[in-house]
């Protein structure tokens, strides 16, 4: 099933994780860094959202907490906008 297919309602966002290793491939393998800062937990994309999201958006890179479901492709998650822990700039 490709994510397009999964439309998030109420305060649900789809997400798919990443790994800050993986956006360093994306980028090239080049890491430009202003302030070292150590983060955990999980992050993500923000690929959809419901109608009752408030401050979270399509294309916002998140850092959040909880549980996700593995694919074939990649890793998708439906979070309550309360999970995201930040938006990362």
Known sequence: MDYEAINPIGDRLLVRKWTPADEAKANGGVIIRVKEVKISGSFGDVLDVGGRVLD?????KVVFSGKFLETNDAEYLLLKESMVDAILK
Not at 56 to 60: F, L, Y
């Open 56 to 60: 979270v958006k399509p294309g916002d």
